[in-house]
């Protein structure tokens, strides 16, 4: 079955199939998680399961090949890298009257981009559902969706996948993983569960901004707090960059965090453990989770157009400060 491919998602996957082999497909549905754990790709598979003529994906039949040409009416897929808009969801109202088929499926990704105005219409759409059409949301931030939306639709929660689940995917989709073991294990442990991320970390330079990011925080607990300062004017502002760069401060933190409380948990930079270890003597266990509540605070902030230079400067200094003399 076509759902057999998702990895790491067991009990999603048995109540979808569940629902196929009962006939019991509700109106709504919310995947949410994580970002790269499967949400989308589950969903596009749970559509074609539902159009398929077996009900397997089977990708023989009539609907099947049509929607791996991306030619089948009865799958709409909704996808913007901006907002989706009022008219945008009075598109779907208005093809939504006209049944395409014995099911029609829209799947909107990354539905937390919808404006108030579009998520108010798509309710209404939601409360009386046209016969025969299906919704699957998907969305990394169900918190900024409205509750009402919530509760019309069924909740499909996706878990982080576990570390030897991302290390057997990772060396099963990307070939030169097999003879890399050691940076399998870094990426796995950066990855925090997601393989969309574990995947861009392989192939992107992400590593390479680790360990410039990395360099400044070994930094900062040495050099006078002039320099810290000059750090942030120095810093690259490009928004997506900083909220980046604070993602790898928070796990940098709480590796920290770790090693001072002596958890079992793994570390995030198991490469840097020696470093991780001196740094753990010179925070105070106050001043780690201080700062880690600080960074769980700022990259939200961040999303919500806060300037990074001011971020940064204000952040590198409570780092600074942090450092027991």
């Known amino acids: ?4 491919k ?13 629902s196929l082999r009962e006939n019991r497909i509700h109106h709504a549905y919310l995947f949410h998680g994580v970002r790269g754990v499967g949400k989308a790709t589950t969903a596009k598979y749970f559509a074609q ?17 049509a929607i791996a040409n991306e030619g089948n009416p009865n799958l709409q897929i909704v996808e913007t890298t901006s907002s989706i808009g009022i008219n945008e969801i009075r598109e779907i109202k208005k093809k939504t009257a006209i049944k395409q088929g014995e099911h029609t499926i829209w799947i909107i990704l990354e539905a937390e981009r919808m404006t108030i105005q579009a998520a108010n219409s798509l309710l209404k759409i939601l409360e009386e559902p046209p016969e ?27 878990k982080r996948l576990h570390e030897p689940e991302l290390l057997g995917l990772l060396k099963a989709i990307i070939p030169q993983a097999k003879d890399d073991n050691e940076k399998c294990m870094v990426v796995a442990r950066m990855a925090n569960g997601s393989i969309g991320d574990a995947i861009e970390l392989w192939d992107g330079p992400i590593l390479q901004r680790r360990n410039l990011v990395v360099e400044k925080l070994l930094e900062v607990s040495r050099a006078p707090f002039a320099r ?7 810093w690259e502002e490009d928004r997506e960059t900083v909220i980046t760069d ?13 090693l001072k409380t002596d958890s079992d948990l793994p570390l995030s930079n198991p490469d840097y453990e020696n470093e991780l270890r001196i740094l753990s003597e010179k925070y105070s266990l106050e001043s780690v989770i201080e700062l880690i509540e600080l960074l769980g605070e700022l990259i939200p902030a961040l999303r919500a157009n806060a300037r990074p230079r001011f ?15």
């Open 49 to 65: 399961c539902i159009l398929c003529d077996t009900q397997d994906g089977c990708g023989m039949c009539k609907n099947c090949i």
């Open 6 to 18: 998702i990895v790491g998602q067991d009990v999603v996957i048995t109540s979808l199939k569940n």
């Open 311 to 325: 971020i940064l400067g204000y952040l590198l200094l409570k780092m600074k400060k942090g450092v027991m003399p």
């Open 246 to 258: 604070l993602a790898i401060m928070l796990k940098w933190f709480r590796d920290i965090l770790i």
């Open 228 to 234: 810290v300062l000059g750090f942030s004017i120095e």
């Open 132 to 158: 025969g059409n299906i919704f699957l949301l998907v969305t990394d931030s169900p918190n900024r969706l409205l509750p009402t939306i919530l509760s019309r639709c069924v909740s499909v929660p996706f």
């Open 1 to 4: 079955m076509l759902l057999d």
